[in-house]
């Protein structure tokens, strides 16, 4: 079993940058996939980035590609969220998320229901 904290979210100005941690208890982090999603106010929880168990691949949604970097640190039981220009629709609860696996597929990384684990969320508000 996972458990999960994250950590790091914030009210920043549209164009600002935040980055969010997520820390991981037990000893077999480097054995799941992990992710971002996020949640804005009366929408559904959304994906927004992963990672693969050794951080050689990652995946992003088209909305937050090239702006956001996902990455992971598989010593400290940490994985990372960095968030560039950021923009007031990026406004949401982002909540970290493990999974156990498997993945067959690119796109299946996005799939909410494969993950196993979530963490409580932290708050990005991003004002214009």
């Known amino acids: 079993q996972v458990q999960l904290v994250e950590s790091g979210g914030g009210l920043v100005q549209a164009g600002g940058s935040l980055r969010l941690s997520c820390a991981a208890s037990?000893?077999?982090?480097?054995?799941?996939?992990m992710g971002w999603f996020r949640q804005a106010p009366g929408k559904e929880r959304e994906f927004v980035a992963a990672?693969?168990?050794?951080?050689?691949?990652?995946y992003y949604a088209d909305s937050v590609k090239g702006r956001f970097t996902i990455s992971r640190d598989n010593a400290k039981n940490m994985v990372y969220l960095q968030m560039n220009s950021l923009k007031p629709e990026d406004t949401a609860v982002y909540y970290c998320g493990a999974a156990a696996g498997p993945f067959y597929s690119g796109s299946s990384y996005q799939n909410i229901k494969k993950y196993d684990y979530w963490g409580q969320g932290t708050q990005v508000t991003v004002s214009s």
């Open positions: 037990g000893r077999t982090f480097s054995s799941y996939v």
């Open positions: 990672i693969s168990r050794n951080g050689s691949s990652t």
